[in-house]
């Protein structure tokens, strides 16, 4: 079987989740906190801990935006039971926020943003954990740490069907450690960018789409999955903070793996070539 054939397999089972998805989100949807009708905008502000009886937390698909935020409360969208957490969804919204502005706010939550044309996930406070999240369909997803205080770590991001693009900045973080990022379906552009302590981070490029993966301060035991053409794909390291990182290729079938070390400017014991890649 084909690796276009495979694609378009996977792409067509993915696209049935946003179905199934959309019908258990309307068994337990929750109303707006308030709405704004200029904007047509649905709010839904919690600030109070979840609980399973609260069931999922929807937008509105009556209202074309939706912004989520999840405030005062420890687990006010999240759980720390791994067999009972929150979905957040966005169903039929144009523009998509979530905030998860307490400490361990989102702790534990299953994001859906669905058909978004933008979602954007503004993480502050500390112990944002062990979060999946699924990138819009056909949007962009933007994930964001706004303060030197913000912790995000041990999360996983996914494209979605033919999500366009993914950008994610941890340049306020205290760390951003261990996370990984699915971007194999991205058609446009995978952004990752760390001004932080971002070590053991995982990252599968898109197939046939630019990824960016800018490090500028503690990115030791990076692991990259290339893209099909490594010329998409372009890195840049400080020298000394980029120990053990790797970059993993295909050349005529087989998977190779290429690594970095400190004494060298370029990377090593393996026949990856990034030819696009920069120490700072």
């Known amino acids: 079987i084909s690796w276009s054939m495979c694609v378009k397999t996977i792409r067509h ?6 179905t199934l998805i959309f019908l258990i989100s309307m068994a337990n949807a929750q109303s707006c906190t308030r709405v704004d009708d ?3 905008t649905c709010y839904i502000d919690r600030t109070t801990q979840w609980k ?5 937390i929807t937008c509105d698909p009556s209202y074309s935006n939706c912004v989520i935020t999840c405030a005062d409360d420890k687990y006010a969208c999240g759980s720390a039971e791994p067999t009972s957490v929150p979905f957040i969804i966005f169903t039929s919204a144009n523009e998509c926020v979530l905030n998860c502005n307490a400490n361990e706010g989102c702790y534990g939550s299953i994001i859906h943003s669905m058909s978004c044309s933008t979602f954007s996930l503004n993480i502050n406070g500390m112990a944002q954990n ?5 990138a819009p369909d056909y949007g962009v997803l933007s994930v ?3 303060s030197e205080h913000t912790s995000f770590s041990y999360n996983a991001i996914y494209s ?3 999500t366009s693009s993914i950008f994610m900045d941890c340049e306020m973080a205290l760390k951003c450690t261990k996370n990984e990022i699915y971007a194999q379906w991205v058609t446009t552009q995978l952004y990752y960018a760390c001004n932080s302590y971002c070590d053991s981070t995982r990252i599968y490029c898109p197939r046939e789409a ?3 993966v800018r490090c500028q301060h503690s990115c030791n035991s990076l692991s990259i999955d290339g893209p099909t053409d490594l010329q998409q794909l372009s890195l840049v390291c400080e020298e000394t903070e980029c120990v053990d990182t790797s970059v993993a290729c295909t050349i005529n079938g087989t998977q190779w793996r290429s690594y970095f070390t400190e004494s060298s400017d370029e990377l090593m014991h393996g026949p990856c070539t990034v030819n696009n890649f920069q120490l700072i």
């Open 130 to 134: 062990n979060m999946r999240i699924y």
């Open 52 to 56: 399973s009886s609260d069931g999922n």
């Open 144 to 146: 964001a740490t706004l």
């Open 13 to 18: 089972i993915y696209g049935l989740l946003p």
């Open 160 to 162: 979605g069907t033919f």
């Open 38 to 40: 200029n904007s047509n």
């Open 210 to 212: 630019n990824c960016d």
